[in-house]
C-alpha cells in the first residue's frame, strides 16, 4: 500500500500561483500513473493532470497552459505547479497513485479569491 499526503494549498488572489506536493510513503518509481483531482463545492470529482512512470503528462482541458504536473522518483513526490489561478480553480485537490488500485491522498483545499 500506499499512503499520499497533499499540502501546499491556501488561500490565493486570481492570477497567482501556488504549488502543490503530493509526498508518497513509498517509492514511486513503480508506480504506473500519478495524478491529481479536484472536487470543487457541489461538483463531481474531475481529474486535472496525470503523469505516466515513463514521464508522459496528460491535463484536463480547463488546466492546459497554466499547471504542470511533475514527479521526482527521488523524493516520492509529485507535483502540481499552478499558475493564472482562477475563482473556478477553487476546490479540495487530491493526489491519487494507480498502482493496482487507485489510492487517495485525504486531500488540500485551494482556495482563489480576493
Known amino acids: 500500500q500506499v499512503q499520499l499526503v497533499e499540502s501546499g494549498g491556501g488561500l490565493v488572489q486570481p492570477g497567482g500561483s501556488l504549488r502543490l506536493s503530493c509526498a508518497a510513503s513509498?517509492?514511486?518509481?513503480?508506480?504506473?500513473?500519478m495524478g491529481w483531482y479536484r472536487q470543487a463545492p457541489g461538483k463531481q470529482r474531475e481529474m486535472v493532470a496525470r503523469?505516466?512512470?515513463?514521464?508522459?503528462?496528460n491535463y484536463a482541458d480547463f488546466v492546459k497552459g497554466r499547471f504542470t504536473i511533475s514527479r521526482d522518483n527521488a523524493k516520492n513526490t509529485v507535483y502540481l505547479q499552478m499558475n493564472s489561478l482562477k475563482p473556478e480553480d477553487t476546490a479540495v485537490y487530491y493526489c491519487n497513485a494507480l498502482w493496482g488500485a487507485n489510492y487517495w491522498g485525504k486531500g488540500t483545499l485551494v482556495t482563489v479569491s480576493s
Open positions: 513509498r517509492s514511486i518509481f513503480s508506480i504506473n500513473v
Open positions: 503523469i505516466r512512470s515513463n514521464g508522459s503528462t
